[in-house]
């Protein structure tokens, strides 16, 4: 079993940056595959990016590429999610999840999510 706990969401103006993180415990984050998924009001929970354990494979969703960065510690037991030129469409709440299977893609198999951290945009 592992617990995810994500944290660094916020109010920020568009055009903006902030970092997440993903933070867990009960086991060792590096031997998962991490990714981050968002969910806006109203729409379904759609995938951001991913890591994979051992942190030379990263994927995205096409509207995040370039402008969101996912990376690990796995000394901190962390996966992070940069994002920058943040837009008003950003606004959600962002997950992370952890894959036993090392899935880092956006169909991949997630057993594990955290509660997550609301992102909130304004013009």
């Known amino acids: 079993q592992v617990q995810l706990v994500e944290s660094g969401g916020g109010l920020v103006q568009a055009g903006g940056s902030l970092r997440l993180s993903c933070v867990a415990s009960g086991r060792t984050l590096s031997t998962f595959g991490v990714g981050w998924f968002r969910q806006a009001p109203g729409k379904e929970r759609e995938f951001a990016a991913g890591?994979?354990?051992?942190?030379?494979?990263?994927s995205y969703a096409d509207s995040m590429k370039g402008r969101f960065t996912i990376s690990r510690d796995n000394a901190k037991n962390t996966v992070y999610l940069q994002m920058s030129s943040l837009q008003p469409a950003d606004t959600a709440v962002y997950y992370c999840?952890?894959?036993?299977?090392?899935?880092?893609?956006?169909?991949?198999?997630?057993?594990?999510w955290g509660q997550g951290t609301q992102v909130t945009v304004t013009v």
């Open positions: 890591i994979s354990r051992i942190a030379g494979l990263v």
């Open positions: 999840a952890a894959s036993t299977t090392g899935d880092y893609y956006y169909n991949g198999r997630w057993d594990y």
